[in-house]
């Protein structure tokens, strides 16, 4: 089985540039998760995907930052512009059904510079 | 209140010991658990997950649960230097997941 994969490991742009983080879910997996890491943080919630419909959005910081998933199978972050304090890990994780472990990616390190 | 606290440590303990990792949490309508660790440039891993009050073992590790108090524990017994990581309590929130700041534990030779 196939774990979950993100795309790009690490992503350096300039303040202001747009930048399209992907996650391909464990196949089947209907959660899809987007969580955020600054260095010395908590693993902060962004949103939590239930196949294609956003469940929660709460923890999406601001409207730079647009996640969809269409069709229920991967789903993209996209950050425009971006700004220095987006910089951090963005960790993607996704489980079979709810209240049910997270399976995490290796993450995207992002750096706004 | 945070959701999910954690005391982030540094916690050291030396080879052999017992490490005792604490985790409070804000939601009384939580109801799944769970521990991950993570080593430095690495994604979270899961090494343990709750559902009901008491104890729960698996080999050096034991989860601890107490509803009533809103109290998660972890403890990892004959502590190992491959041990040392930080980590994870995750508290199911009104059906998304929500983690704590994360404990790094050090295991001295």
């Known amino acids: 089985e196939a774990g979950v994969t993100q795309f790009p490991s690490h992503s350096v742009i300039e303040k202001g540039q747009t930048v399209t983080l992907r996650c391909d879910p464990i196949?089947?997996?209907?959660?899809l998760y987007w969580y955020r890491r600054v260095m010395g943080k908590e693993i902060k919630f962004l949103l939590h995907?239930?196949?294609?419909?956003?469940?929660?959005e709460s923890g999406m910081p601001n409207n730079r930052f647009l996640a969809e998933r269409t069709g229920g199978t991967y789903s993209t972050l996209k950050v425009q512009p971006a700004e220095l304090e987006d910089s951090g890990v963005y960790f993607c994780?996704?489980?079979?059904?709810?209240?049910?472990?997270?399976?995490f990616g290796n993450g995207t390190r992002l750096t706004v510079t | 209140q945070k959701e999910v606290e954690q005391n982030s440590g540094p916690l050291s303990v030396p080879e052999g010991a017992i490490a005792s990792l604490n985790c409070t949490y804000s939601?009384?309508?939580?109801?799944?658990f769970f521990w991950y660790r993570q080593y430095s440039g690495k994604s979270p891993e899961l090494i343990m997950s709750?559902?009901?009050?008491g104890d729960k073992e698996d080999g050096r590790f034991t989860a601890q649960l107490n509803k009533a108090s809103q109290y998660v524990s972890l403890l990892i017994r004959d502590s190992q230097p491959s041990d040392s990581a930080t980590y994870l309590c995750?508290?199911?929130?009104?059906?998304?997941?929500?983690f704590g700041a994360g404990t790094r534990l050090t295991v001295k030779p």
């Open positions: 994780a996704s489980s079979p059904v709810l209240d049910s472990p997270l399976h």
């Open positions: 196949s089947g997996h209907d959660n």
């Open positions: 995907f239930v196949k294609e419909s956003k469940q929660d």
């Open positions: 939601d009384r309508g939580s109801q799944s």
């Open positions: 709750i559902y009901s009050n």
């Open positions: 995750a508290v199911s929130l009104n059906r998304d997941m929500r």
